[in-house]
């Protein structure tokens, strides 16, 4: 599914416009990355979790050359789905 198309379904399952419906999508977009961003986590009952995670430096390898680099500490961006968003597409 791509962004036009749950703006599409937005459309369809409410009264707003398509503009209304992109607004909507994009500033909820924008919420939740500007609040990924700045660390926090984000918690939807019955969905599931986003959370950033700290990734420390560590040595790598170069699987062509084997050669050993040395990897950047980084940030990772994780998703787990709660059990109701589990059980939901099990049962479909």
Known sequence: MTKADLVEKICLMTAFTKK???EIVERV???VKTTLEAGENINIAGFGNFEVKEKAARRGRNPQTGEIIEITPRRVLTFKASQV???SINEA
Do not use: A, T, Y
Request: proline share 0%; glycine share 0%.
């Open 20 to 22: 209304e419906s992109s």
């Open 29 to 31: 977009f924008d919420v």
């Open 85 to 87: 968003l589990k059980k």
